[in-house]
């Protein structure tokens, strides 16, 4: 393998989330719909009938060229992509040829430190970016051949790497960086099981260092980024054994297979020639102007990236917190106002969402903005914490009890009592009452088992429901027992 690298480029079909198909008015996401629900005589390739360009789906795709630095055509047409296939009914899918609505652009792809090896940043270039119309499925039922036109006619952007990426490792994070930008920009759902995100991977090889390019396959069918990871794995150590055993790769159409986990050879790959494309006849081009274009991009929002690097440089986060702070869009927002609200240490603020509020979204499975303890109150507890109003394990739970309940902390301290007990007088007396009732344990304690101690403590903090500075407890614990 270490004389070797891998030449990896990534084929991705993205499902645009507008509410209708990309060229009728047929809803577009059919996911829950039984088969052949959400069709008409547009999607389904009737005579006669005349395609309606969706406008959401054009500026979806606008949004997303322009977070992959893509430069965007301000004429772009649609084209005929000829083939047949029993999913396809009109005989041609509707696509981009030629002019297509984008070009060019990149992701930086921070690839994290592995097996010894440092982190780093691959630079992934985008060759093209069109959108096109989806097919419908078809599926196998014993004897006969099903056919689902719900599909057809969902808004897709095909976009297309170049080969940059050396590792099945890099085309997986490339495809989580990826389904995390689509979700921020919130033009996908990006869901790979649902199909909203596909992937086809071209993988060759070459003797590491090398510059040219080696004839490729292309694996199809993968519904998942761990299975992407095993197709590339497969893929590759298959082709170095080939060309060790003196073979020659051939071009072949690969279909990743995810029960028996193998790859299997399908047809051999059409070429562009055999899809004889030409000028859809029915459909105006896309004209961009500056105004419509400034008015799309108005809405951009901070990159995930630049913002996980933002939160390294301007609040001093590891590259742990930023990572994972960044890793959905809602819950960065949150953290940004958590900070804001609570005025210093933006430490501190990340290891209370990392540690509670993570938790709390994963078992709630609402997301950042939708939790009733905001921003402001998880400030506003970290900050009854810090100037000792209440005990840290108070604090804890106070989170949930905001969650729960959609009151104020200060509201739910005066309301419940929980306010700290740091008055001596009050601790001592129930020090003495613990000591009283548990004669046995105080024998244990003067006969040298200082262990115990921590036992003390915590009957002191039951007695009080968690209330009493645990550390005047102690203290007054070791006096009396002294
Ligand atoms: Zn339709
Ligand atoms: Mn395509």
Known sequence: MNDYEAVIGLETHIQLNTTTKIFCACKADSWFDPPNTNICPVCTGMPGVLPVLNKAAVEKGVVLAS???????????????????????????????????????????????????????????????HLEEDAGKTKNAGNERLIDFNRCGVPLVEMVTGPDLRSADEAAQYLMRLRQLLRWLGVSEA????????????????????????????IKNVNSIEAVRSAIEKEIERQIREVEAGHRIEAWTLEWDEDAGVLRKMRSKETEADYRYFREPDLLPI??????????????????????????????????????????????????????????????????????????????????????????????????????????????????KVE????????????????????????RAVCLEVLAESPKEVESYKAGKVTLMGWFVGQVMKKMRGKADPTLARTILEELLA
Request: hydrophobic share 40%.
């Open 67 to 129: 977070a992959m630095h893509a430069e965007i055509r301000p004429l772009s047409y649609f084209d005929r992509k000829n083939y047949f296939y029993p999913d396809l009914p009109k005989g041609y899918q509707i696509s981009q040829y030629d002019q297509s609505l984008a070009f060019g652009g990149y992701l930086d792809l921070p690839v994290p430190p592995a097996n010894g090896q440092p982190a780093y940043i691959r630079k992934v270039s985008i060759h093209k970016l």
């Open 287 to 400: 004209r961009l102007d500056d105004a419509w274009k400034a008015d799309i991009l108005k809405a951009l929002p901070e990159l995930p990236l630049v913002r996980r690097q933002r939160f390294m440089d301007a609040y001093g986060l590891p590259e742990y917190d930023a990572d994972i702070l960044t890793s959905e869009r809602n819950l960065s927002n949150y953290f940004e106002s958590a900070v804001k609200a609570y005025g210093s240490d933006p430490k501190r603020v990340s290891n209370y969402l990392m540690n509670d509020v993570l938790r709390m979204l994963n078992e709630s499975s609402k997301t950042a903005d939708q939790l009733r303890l905001t921003p402001l109150f998880l400030a506003e507890i970290i900050k009854l914490a810090d100037t000792g109003a209440v005990n840290t394990s108070t604090a804890k739970s106070l989170l949930q």
């Open 404 to 427: 729960e309940s959609g009151k104020a902390p200060a509201e739910i301290v005066a309301a419940e009592g929980l306010a700290k007990v740091s008055d001596d007088s009050a601790i």
């Open 191 to 218: 869901d790979m099981e649902k199909g909203h995100l596909r992937c086809d991977a071209n993988v060759s090889i070459r003797p590491r260092g090398a510059a040219y390019l080696n004839p490729k396959t292309e």
